[in-house]
């Protein structure tokens, strides 16, 4: 019984670690729930370690791909985001725990906050406690769900999910896009595609 915790752990583990949208962690542990009748709880606590070990694998390695394919000046500005967020720490940690309570993809959160190299324990604390919440009510929910699997599988491509996938992709378009100095300082939205190497 014990393997089907461990692939509870790697999934949340996988579907956290890409630098890009993919579905939500508590998705698999649904899933994973559901087929093997897991107990809840010990699936939230396996899950939300497998999903807070995936983001602070991303944040470490974040740096690296902004270094490797994004252009100097898109870089400074993402960092130039992370530090406005560091000026105020309990406003930027309620953001994050904001945004981790929603069911929306963090992919863009831990990018940039990877991308601004802003410390783990700045960021990992309070979206252990925003992850552990929403994991929680989504697997209570799924958990209440599984009498109608048929219908699961049936809106696996929902308008929920898909736009879920949108709004992630929108996200990231802004953290990267977008020329955050200029905003913040001048209050202009100006959009740069040139942040390529």
Known sequence: MWWQYLLVFAGALIFDIVPFPFPPAFTVMVFLQIIFRLDVWLVIAVGVAGSVLGRYILLLYAPLIAEKYLKVSKNKDIQFLGE???????????????????PLPTTPLFLGAGISKLKPVYIIPVFIIGKFMSDTIALHAGKYASENVQSIIDNALSWQSISSLLLGLLLIFCLLFIDWRTLIQTKKLLLNFRILK
Request: proline share 0%.
């Open 84 to 102: 406005k967020m560091k000026e105020n720490l309990w406003k930027g940690q309620l953001v994050i725990l904001s945004y981790s309570l929603l």
